[in-house]
């Protein structure tokens, strides 16, 4: 999924594309960035070890791929090489692994900025309940929780996602939505794993995809340079994530110069 587009690459060849593309009234699409990884091949290269805890990969008696830690009782990270947009969607299967998981010894992280400033959350099969962390993977589970979920029965094999929406960020079990948490101190930042200090192997992580969210910037009705905030309602040039609008608030063939090189996610006409 971590595609670009030829014709958004340069300022000459998007110039000509915009042109035909307001007169044909056709529009363009690319793919939504963001990644998919189910942990298929025997590699973690596209993801970043931080802390003295090891990541390995593995296969189960079925041939599928997950990732799992060992040989350190200190706590890490792996964090995926991507850099996601401020919003989007982070889903994750994770599978206990061990009986004695009565804890939070792994799980996803996301709006991750270094080892000090990040979200975490990870469940609690045995409380059939969900946690959220900030700055923290924690030894003792009631340590700085900013969100508990517990409405639900959990099982040893759980698919999660959060939803992340500015500060607001929704948690969802197996598609269905089971509460939000409200937090404004981490605004953007990278996605992946976090495990506690604990030598012992409770969580295994099957796959995890992340998608960034898009939103719609309409082309102001002038023919303003496309990377200078004025040539866009509203004021705010589309960012990697966003969908680039020509609609009939321009009102007739608009054929105008990039300014800079750019990469945004959709192109409409």
């Known amino acids: 999924m971590e595609k670009k587009s030829d014709c958004i690459g340069h300022s000459t060849v998007c110039r000509n594309c915009l042109i035909v593309l307001v007169f044909c009234s056709l529009w363009a699409n690319v793919w939504a960035g963001g990644f998919s990884d189910n942990h298929g091949s025997n590699t973690i290269a596209k993801w970043n070890q931080v802390g003295p805890r090891e990541w390995d990969w593995s296969e189960d008696s079925n041939g599928d791929g997950f990732i799992s830690t060992s ?29 004695e998981y009565q804890t939070y010894s792994g799980g996803m992280v996301f709006r991750y900025q270094d080892s000090t400033k990040f979200y975490y959350l990870a469940y609690r099969e045995s409380n059939d309940e969900i946690k959220v962390f ?7 589970w009631n340590v700085r929780s900013i969100a508990t979920f517990g409405s639900r029965t959990l099982s040893s094999q759980e698919t999660i996602s959060v ?57 102001a009705n002038d023919t303003t340079n496309l990377d200078v905030d004025s040539s866009w309602v509203g004021g705010v040039v589309p960012a990697s994530g966003d969908t680039a609008v020509w609609d009939d608030t321009v009102t007739s063939a608009n054929a105008v110069s990039m300014g800079a090189n750019a990469h945004w996610n959709r192109l409409k006409i």
Do not use: M
Not at 80 to 96: E, H, K, L, M, P
Not at 176 to 197: K, L, M
Not at 200 to 208: G, Q, W
């Open 134 to 140: 900030k700055d923290t993977i924690p030894e003792n």
């Open 163 to 219: 939803k992340l929406e500015d500060s607001t960020f929704t948690v969802y079990l197996d598609g269905y939505s089971i509460g939000t948490v409200t937090d404004s101190d981490h605004s953007s930042g990278r996605v992946g794993y976090g495990y506690r200090a604990q030598t012992n192997p409770y969580v295994v992580f099957l796959s995890s995809s992340w998608e960034d969210a898009t939103g719609d910037r309409v082309k």
């Open 71 to 99: 040989g350190s009782n200190q706590r890490g990270f792996l964090i995926r090489n991507y850099d996601c947009a401020n919003d989007g969607v982070f889903t994750a299967r994770i599978r206990c692994v061990n009986t």
